[in-house]
């Protein structure tokens, strides 16, 4: 149940009669916000039709509480968001494991942009162990809006993916 209010608190603009829809047709439905006697919002969809009445103009408003199907919709897009990062990151997993070692470095940067453009992110970063079985990792791969960063001319090649790799298969 929603709390009382005034018609024009509800349809904001409307300042007098002349302002409601003519007799010929009813206004478009308005999304709006509610609150309900709880206190608690309330995702509302109101529409008014102009009637006749013996000579008189009245107004049908309906108000009808969308909350349901606004959470609905928003799980749904979340589901959908959700299946197509985990659709995104099996490819990429897939195209990277079939990378040969000295194609690791540019598959991991190419693997950044694509998971951060999808995600519309402005940065990825992955770090990686600092060595076989450590327990601390550095950002050894970053990719930015602005341009891949890491890893750096002069990084450690030692410490780059494939010769982590390397190192723990020997």
């Known amino acids: 149940e929603l709390l009382p209010r005034d018609l024009r608190t509800i349809i904001p603009g409307l300042t007098s009669g002349a302002d409601m829809p003519d007799t010929a047709g009813s206004s478009p439905a308005r999304d709006l916000e509610g609150i309900r006697k709880d206190g608690s919002p309330a995702h509302i969809r109101v529409a008014i039709s102009p ?13 009808v509480d969308v909350s349901d199907e606004r959470r609905r919709e928003a799980r749904v897009a979340l589901l959908e968001s959700q299946a197509e990062v985990q659709a995104l990151i099996s490819d990429l997993a897939t195209r990277c494991a079939a ?12 693997t950044l ?25 550095t950002p050894t791969y970053s990719w930015a809006r602005a341009g891949t960063l890491l890893p750096a001319a002069d990084a450690d090649a030692g410490e780059m993916l494939p010769g982590l790799l390397a190192r723990a298969r020997a």
């Open 113 to 137: 942009r694509e998971v951060g453009e999808a995600l519309g992110l402005d940065r990825c970063i992955a770090y990686v162990p600092k060595a076989h079985g450590a327990t601390a990792y």
């Open 99 to 110: 990378t040969p070692f000295d194609g690791l470095d540019a598959a991991l940067a190419g």
């Open 51 to 63: 009637v006749v009445v013996q000579s008189e103009s009245l107004f049908a408003v309906s108000i």
